[in-house]
């Protein structure tokens, strides 16, 4: 008997309790609905402008991406070509100055074979000049020698009807 | 006073009334008076020296050339008008002047060697192309080996051996 007095009294004492909750949740839901819903609105429509301006940087990041690249590649190709000109440029000079080159060394052989002959030409009359000038050196010893005061007196007298011939002829 | 000057000088005693004997005269007073003056400088120097006077120069002249009348007249006249170192400076032109009238020939002969035969054999030539009324001066140069080598005023003639070599190694 006890025992059952003792359960309606927890019971009671529950329904009381789950009576004071319902109270609660129910002055919880007047007072905080309001707030709750505008304060997750308001984070709601954050949220959305925030994606949406997050889109428009993508879009705009993407735009210029898309000029960067388009521009890279412009760059690319415009360093190609001035690679390939450059390149075209710099083959034509190298066969420019081949050829220079190759005229230069044409003319300067040339030019050297010419100077070796003309040399070997001056050596040899040098050496032709000495041999003459040493003959012509010994011959007058040998002549100095061997000249008769006769001899010298008939080249003498020769000479003067050289000079006679020279003198009637100019006058 | 310029050579113009001793030339006018030159015409003056020549188209006066001198004779060929005093032009003579004159010709080789003048040859032993440059012989002097060439040969020694103290005389030249006090002969074309302004501060001694005409009498002092006149007998130093006078002890050169001899006191003939138309010698001493002729350097008389030299000093008075004041062109002896014009005389002196262009001996060489006066004496070939003079000699130009006079028709002498002044001939410098060079040979290797002379001897009385050789000198009168040489002259007996000479005399035979340009007459007898030459002025000849022998000089001995062994270079030349034999031959000989004829100065007859401004010309040359050379027969001599080193001459005719040198003309043949020069070909």
Redesign the interface.
């Known amino acids: 008997m006890a025992e059952e007095i003792n359960l309606v009294g927890q019971l009671k004492f529950a329904s009381q309790h789950l009576f004071n909750l319902f109270v609660f949740v129910g002055i919880l839901y007047y007072f905080l609905k309001r707030p709750v819903t505008s304060f997750f609105q308001s984070r709601s429509l954050n949220i959305e402008n925030s994606i949406n301006s997050a889109k428009d940087i993508i879009e705009s990041a993407q735009k210029l991406y898309d000029d960067s690249s388009s521009k890279v590649s412009q760059i690319d190709n415009e360093v190609t070509q001035i690679r390939d000109s450059s390149n075209k440029i710099c083959d034509n000079k190298v066969a420019e100055i081949n050829d220079n080159a190759s005229s230069m060394v044409a003319l300067i052989e040339r030019d050297t074979k010419e100077i070796i002959k003309l040399e070997t030409k001056k050596i040899n009359n040098q050496i032709e000049d000495q041999i003459?000038?040493k003959a012509?050196e010994l011959?007058?010893n040998d002549?100095?020698v061997s000249?008769t005061?006769q001899?010298?007196?008939k080249?003498?007298?020769n000479?003067?009807e050289?000079?006679?011939k020279?003198?009637i002829s100019n006058n | 006073m310029s050579s113009a000057t001793i030339n006018d000088f030159l015409q003056a005693i020549t188209s006066s009334d001198t004779s060929k004997d005093e032009l003579k005269n004159i010709y080789s007073s003048l040859v032993d008076f440059f012989n002097i003056t060439s040969s020694n400088k103290e005389i030249k120097v006090f002969l074309t020296n302004d501060i001694y006077d005409s009498d002092s120069k006149l007998s130093i002249i006078k002890d050169i050339v001899g006191d003939s009348d138309s010698s001493m007249n002729f350097f008389k006249t030299v000093l008075d008008f004041e062109i002896l170192d014009d005389l002196i400076s262009s001996h060489d032109f006066f004496l070939k002047k003079l000699r130009k009238i006079l028709d002498r020939v002044k001939i410098e002969v060079f040979?290797?060697?002379i001897?009385d035969?050789?000198k009168n054999?040489?002259m007996n030539?000479?005399s035979?192309?340009?007459g007898s009324n030459l002025e000849v001066n022998f000089n001995v140069d062994p270079d030349i080996?034999?031959?000989?080598v004829?100065q007859v005023e401004d010309k040359f003639?050379d027969?001599s051996?080193?001459g005719k070599?040198?003309k043949?190694?020069n070909i």
């Open positions: 003459l000038n012509v011959a007058l002549i100095k000249l005061p001899e010298d007196v080249i003498i007298k000479y003067l050289e000079v006679k020279d003198v | 040979v290797s060697s001897d035969d050789k054999s040489i030539e000479l035979d192309i340009w080996i034999g031959g000989i004829l003639y027969g051996i080193k070599i040198e043949f190694n």
